[in-house]
């Protein structure tokens, strides 16, 4: 192990202790290991947007834009990549309190446009695929086979499963009617299937946590202690003899 990459495996060592430190309680290492990470990520983000957003799509079209005007003597502008560049500038306008209402157009711009072209993907991704998806669905599902057609009951109860947990869940939400009866049955039957789809989403997230806790102690362990701590000790020991 060189000597850029010994460094480099203790600082990440030394970096992932003072996180689980706050597994103790709260103390000064967690928090420098924390506002570190902070002012590194915002320092690469800000890097990144600036060479794959800022600079490709308003500072080098305006670059040749103005290139154009002085060999060429023609105006080349882009007018909407000027729009939106002044609307981005007006942004900046937040850290100076007295012209802070000026940064609302931008932010006003910017929202909105997310919010109308998110309201599209979302619409087909969560909803109208998700409805095709349950529609099309057969409760009985048929394959075929080496000795001919067979009843596929896994398929077909979990295609049962979803379609009645679907509905249900659906019929929780319709409040234009009091649930009782066989509303209300077929509500309560919705409530345990979005328990059931809650913990599912939770156990997921926290096997998640668990992986990333996984990999760390595999670092600190076979990246960390044994190259660049008992390899040396051990080596410092064989060449003293006492190994």
Known sequence: MDGLTLLGT???ALLTLCILSFLYKDNPF???AEYLF???SAGFWIAYNYHNLLLPNLIDPLKGAF???LLEGRLDFRWLTIIAGLL???MLFRFFPKAAWVSRYGIAFSVGLGAGLMFIVYLQANCIYQIWGTVKLSPVVITEGPGG???DWPTSVSNTLLIVGVVSALVYFYFSKEHKGVLGSTARLGIWFLMVSFGAAFGYTVMARISLLIGRMEFLIDGWLRPAVIAPIQGALASL???
């Open 149 to 151: 057609q067979h009843f």
């Open 30 to 32: 967690y928090k420098f």
């Open 38 to 40: 902070v002012g590194v």
């Open 88 to 90: 981005g500038v007006t």
């Open 241 to 243: 003899g006492l190994l």
């Open 67 to 69: 290139v154009v005007l």
């Open 10 to 12: 203790w600082i990440a």
